[in-house]
């Protein structure tokens, strides 16, 4: 989503490392370009005033003016700011007290509030939580039998009462349920209009009534651009929302909302929704955002992502062969089937750092990596572990059996050896690949946020 402006901050950034000091002249300069580039993100004209204001104070401020590396400060103070534009601080559920502790959804019809009362569902699994989802939604056809659907997917039960319009009786018969099976978190799906209207917001202060919600959230998708501020601040005067769930961050939208919503409204952002999948929701995090707009990627992200799809086991067998320079096509086939789990390559490519926003433009064809898995799948246990025995003969019997040609086969094969070279130059002794990513994390935490000693790809 924030493509665009990712590339015009790294323009004007750019010019500013290039610089070997800091003068008014040069950031009045720059910042007439950040302040230009926020308004066709859609961001707020008074966010972005006082934004473009901040950076201006703090980049004058005597201790960049003396700095050796004025540029890389400059940088430094753009991440500051974004990441106090998106809150500062990641904020999580607040679920503590007695249980069932109850998460109301809300927001406009088209949303995606129903898909993620699932996605949110899954994730407090995950966290060792017992969530009950209740269908409120008595108006949307077929909305009952969405999430129904959508709660079998994830093993979680959704309570509903069949032609029942009370929905305010159907909240207060679910919660009643909730306890009886010891439920620890009841997520309501509740209806939303094309509009807001005076009868859906009656229904939502009955609803907040009946239950005492320990967490409102209003769920906005994230290319609707400015009219989500006006569509937030009505519903936190009805119904007092704890914090926003931004749906839709993988569309091409220009973003300013997500920029403007903290400021404008004062509650945090506590999810965004990255995909379709029931696994693409994310707790929102102002810091790793804030890289992620100035094209330094999220490693963090990335390691967790990592952990999920790999075991400890796992990962201490890969990097035992790494060591030993012992890898085989059948290591190689695991990497990339564990990379597709991660999900889409261009969102995984997206937390690199140093990859261009252009390149993440480039949709990566899956049907590409099912015909390398089926080059692999068509050679021998031999070919697999010693592929230096894959002659031309085999090659062109490995073209025929995977559907492919024997160019895709050399080319895999060549992908192959540079990866064996890369893993050549890795650390000789680390714990596991997982453990190494984050030790790097946490070891190069401030040049990877502030781009202190990044080194640039010369073109």
């Known amino acids: 989503m924030f493509e665009d402006l990712t590339q015009r901050l790294d323009g004007v950034l750019r010019k500013m490392r290039g610089q070997t000091t800091i003068s008014e002249e040069n950031i009045s300069e720059s910042l007439r370009e950040v302040r230009r580039a926020l308004l066709e993100a859609d961001v707020q004209l008074n966010v972005a005033r006082d934004f473009v204001d901040r950076v201006r104070k703090k980049a004058l401020g005597q201790n960049v003016l003396k700095s050796v590396q004025p540029g890389q400060q400059m940088v430094k103070v753009v991440h500051e700011e974004i990441v106090e534009l998106l809150g500062g601080e990641r904020v999580d559920l607040q679920l503590q007290g007695k249980t069932p502790a109850v998460i109301l ?29 209740i269908a ?9 039998e969405q999430l129904r659907v959508l709660g079998e997917q994830i093993d979680v039960p959704v309570f509903s009462i069949a032609d029942e319009k009370n929905v305010p009786q159907i909240v207060k ?11 620890d978190v009841v997520i309501i799906d509740t209806a939303g209009r094309t509009h807001i209207d005076d009868e859906l917001m009656q229904e939502l202060e009955a609803i907040r009534d009946l239950v005492d919600p320990r967490e409102t959230l209003l769920v906005l ?48 952002i506590k999810f965004v929704g990255v995909g379709e999948a029931l696994d693409d929701l994310e707790p929102f995090h102002p810091d790793r955002m804030a890289q992620r707009i100035l094209g330094m990627g999220d490693v963090l992200t990335l390691v967790e992502k990592a952990q999920e799809v790999y075991d400890e086991e796992q990962a201490a067998d890969f990097e035992r062969k ?10 190689f086939l695991d990497q990339l089937q564990a990379v597709r789990r991660m999900g889409p390559l261009n969102k995984v490519l997206g937390m690199v750092p140093g990859i261009s926003p252009a390149a993440l433009k480039t949709q990566v064809d899956p049907k ?69 990513a984050t030790r790097a994390v946490a070891a190069g935490k401030g040049r990877m946020r502030y781009g202190g000693k990044r080194k640039r790809k010369r073109s």
């Open 105 to 133: 959804i809300a927001g406009l019809q088209g949303s995606g509030k129903t898909t993620f009362s699932a996605k949110l569902a899954k994730h407090l699994v995950k966290q060792g939580r017992k969530p009950l989802l």
């Open 136 to 144: 409120a939604d008595v108006y949307r056809p077929a909305a009952v």
């Open 173 to 183: 018969a679910g919660h009643a349920q909730a306890r009886k099976d010891l439920r």
């Open 221 to 268: 998708d994230a290319m609707t651009g400015q009219e989500a501020l006006g569509v937030a601040t009505e519903f936190d005067k009805r119904i007092a929302l704890t914090g926003v769930i931004l749906s839709k961050l993988d569309g091409d939208a220009r973003g300013g909302a997500a920029l403007s919503l903290r400021s404008v409204l004062g509650k945090p």
């Open 322 to 331: 790494v060591r030993r320079q012992s890898l085989t096509l059948e290591d």
């Open 368 to 436: 590409r990596l099912d015909r390398v898995q089926g080059i692999v799948h068509s050679m021998t246990v031999q070919e697999r572990r010693n592929p230096r025995v894959i002659d031309g003969s085999r090659r062109r019997r490995i073209a025929a059996g995977s559907g492919t040609s024997v160019q895709e086969v050399n080319q895999l094969l060549s992908q192959f050896d540079q990866m064996k070279k890369m893993m050549k130059g890795m650390t000789a002794n680390p714990k596991s690949a997982a453990r190494t």
